[in-house]
């Protein structure tokens, strides 16, 4: 069961005298009460019921699933969803696109042996009220609107901060019952509880606890001991490695913030002079304000189930919105950020010590080495793990990987295909799968259902969102293989070198300059001058 440390509130003066009575039970296993949960104020609850504005014209009705996606958006193409263009603040679907390779079956008498599991929490409120939507709330009666900003009028803002919202429930519920149908026989129910780790952070915590009650059932403290590592700054914790990385969190690594507002005063200038036609005083909104809107529509959908703020842009726009986000993981998280590899490393060199079976006991990166240096809390014999993190944290994880298949630096005047497109990557819920395979004989390398001569072979493969990631497109050391795999020595060589490679104490601590977005190509500071 899960242990509960009880707080005693003693009256104005001792509000958080702690009662005496003590548990055996180490802080890391405790998930109740949340200890280091950050904010949790939840918002008005949502009353589809009565906002949903559906039936729209010339639509079939079609019932919300659970949120209303149907609402008429100018210049959408058949099929076109402008709630899939939303970046990170999408609601979880699986890759649309691929990642550039074929998916293919396992061949005859493979066997995968071992899972990795790193999700990222579910739709959640914003993490601070949009500024947005602060200028709307403090200037009421200050402004009037007409047209489709009509709403405004009588608008308030309903959305509460960082916990997840009921869709984000359901997301890694859902999930968690889709890995029990992919992964369920991995678990070898012998009476062993695995550990699954999460962070503090409220959502954190819950995400874990719905994904488990998806793999096991309501009953998964049965099967599962749940590790709370401490998400606060200056703690180790590799699910969240910006906590002790600081220049993460400085103007050196805000590059991309700095290129989103380039984009957005291109694609939104049409949409600014638009919308500022139907507000009085027309300059009460600039562009920045119509940016805002267009996370408003995201946010207010997984919260309320439908937002005005939708339609109030074209599709043309909603491509530009996710290009935007692109644009800021690109250079505030991944290769063109200089602590793009040093916040995730922590994470790459825990897969290296489980898969070379050995705990780490010295200092490496942002590693919590009191933890990771005990069995008991970084096991080495599970056939599965699950890790709970953050989405510009894996994003820094897989560029910590050297994943240079995300390095391409984006234009800021235009858009240009590439393969960083953040609602792929890193939507709400969203999951990177490491499959451990073992196969009797090496795989062709040209027809991925078939054999080459040679002994037994293990390989690694990467599934993100349901959709392989070829490691040999990043990975020379991986060859070529049709199927995307790589031989597991092959990719422990791959990246013996990518602590190294991050630059850890030079990249966190280090003191430099900002450089303009696009100035870095590989996730680390220049070299020093």
Not at 74 to 94: D, E, K, R, V, W
Not at 238 to 245: E, I, M, P, S
Not at 365 to 374: E, I, P, R, S, Y
Request: glycine content about 8%; overall charge negative; charged content about 15%.
């Amino acid at each position: 069961m899960r242990s509960v440390r009880v707080w005693a509130f003693a009256g104005l003066a001792n509000a958080a005298a702690l009662d005496r009575r003590q548990t055996t039970v180490p802080q890391y296993f405790q998930t109740t009460p949340g200890l280091f949960a950050g904010p949790t104020p939840t918002g008005t609850p949502a009353f589809l019921a009565e906002t949903n504005p559906a039936p729209f014209p010339d639509t079939t009705y079609i019932p919300p699933q659970p949120l209303e996606t149907q609402v008429p958006i100018t210049n959408a193409p058949p099929g076109g969803n402008i709630y899939q263009l939303h970046g990170q603040l999408s609601h979880y679907f699986p890759n649309p696109m691929g990642l550039g390779v074929d998916e293919y079956p396992l061949p005859a008498g493979a066997n995968i042996t071992q899972l990795h599991m790193l999700s990222r929490h579910g739709s959640r409120y914003p993490t601070s009220q949009p500024s947005i939507a602060g200028k709307l709330v403090n200037n009421t009666g200050k402004f009037k609107t007409s047209g489709k900003l009509a709403f405004l009028n009588t608008w308030t803002y309903k959305l509460g901060a960082q916990i997840l919202v009921p869709v984000g429930k359901q997301e890694l519920f859902d999930s968690g019952t889709l890995h029990q149908y992919e992964y369920g026989h991995l678990y070898p129910n012998n009476g062993n509880k695995i550990i699954a780790r999460t962070t503090s952070e409220d959502r954190m915590l819950k995400s874990a606890e719905y994904f488990l009650a998806g793999f096991f059932g309501l009953q998964w403290p049965m099967n599962a001991t749940l590790e709370v590592i401490i998400e606060q700054d200056g703690f180790n914790n590799t699910l969240a490695g910006y906590d002790n990385c600081p220049n993460s969190d400085t103007e050196v690594s805000a590059q991309g913030d700095l290129a989103v507002e380039d984009w957005y005063k291109v694609y939104l200038a049409d949409a600014t002079k638009r919308l500022q036609q139907m507000i009085t005083p027309s300059d009460f909104i600039n562009v920045t304000d119509v940016y805002g809107m267009q996370s408003l529509c995201a946010y207010e959908t997984v919260a309320l189930g439908y937002s005005a703020f939708c339609d109030l842009f074209t599709y043309e726009e909603w491509q530009g919105y996710e290009y935007s986000v692109d644009l800021s993981f690109s250079g505030d998280d991944s290769f063109q950020s200089p602590t793009g590899r040093a916040v995730g490393v922590g994470y790459v060199e825990e897969i290296r010590a489980r898969l070379q079976h050995h705990l780490i006991s010295t200092p490496t990166a942002q590693v919590n080495t009191t933890l990771d240096g005990m069995s008991s809390t970084f096991p080495l014999n599970q056939s599965l793990y699950f890790d709970f993190s953050h989405d510009t944290n894996i994003m820094s994880i897989l560029t910590a990987f050297g994943l240079t298949q995300f390095s391409a630096v984006l234009p800021t005047t235009h858009m240009v295909p590439h393969d960083l497109v953040v609602s792929h990557l890193e939507p709400f819920g969203a999951r990177l799968d490491i499959e451990i395979i073992k196969t009797p004989q090496p795989i062709s390398p040209t027809d991925a259902t078939k054999y080459v001569s040679g002994g037994p072979t293990t390989y690694v493969h990467f599934v993100l969102n349901q959709r392989t990631l070829p490691l040999g497109k990043s990975l020379k050391q991986c060859g070529d293989l049709q199927n995307g795999w790589c031989e597991v020595g092959d990719f422990l060589a791959a990246t013996d070198s990518a602590l190294a490679d991050a630059q850890f104490e030079y990249s966190c601590f280090g003191d430099y300059e900002a450089v303009p977005y696009g100035t870095l190509k590989n996730g680390v500071p220049q070299a020093k001058k």
